[in-house]
């Protein structure tokens, strides 16, 4: 079955980076577009950034100019590149996938999730 499996999380102070790695396995269709989410406690899980299979990104304005979405098709591994983290970017971050299986059928796929936490 499909498995999207996040790795990079962590604790990182104030002003630090960090890079997210989502490697999917199993894929039996092709990916389309793949993004990471957020949630932090008592919040919604909330977009942070998605990237198509021809590379378009989009952003939440939270993140833009912090923040870099990057995929890797012959991996089928997406990448998240955070840098200048805030206290407000802690959260547990999610992966996506949308995987196409034929014209009529497209279906989304989640990670576990990988925690970070920003120390003010």
């Known amino acids: 079955q499909v498995q999207l499996v996040e790795s990079g999380g962590g604790l990182v102070q104030a002003g630090g980076s960090l890079r997210l790695s989502c490697a999917a396995s199993?894929?039996?269709?092709?990916?389309?577009?793949m993004g990471w989410y957020r949630q932090a406690p008592g919040k919604q899980r909330e977009l942070v950034a998605t990237i198509t299979s021809g590379g378009s990104t989009n952003y939440a304005d939270s993140v833009k100019g912090r923040f870099t979405i990057s995929r890797d098709n012959a991996k089928n591994t997406l990448y998240l590149q955070m840098n200048s983290l805030k206290p407000e970017d802690t959260a547990v971050y999610y992966c996506?996938?949308?995987?196409?299986?034929?014209?009529?059928?497209?279906?989304?796929?989640w990670g576990q999730g990988t925690q970070v936490t920003v120390s003010s």
């Open positions: 996506n996938a949308q995987v196409k299986y034929s014209l009529a059928v497209t279906l989304p796929y």
């Open positions: 199993g894929i039996r269709g092709s990916i389309n577009a």
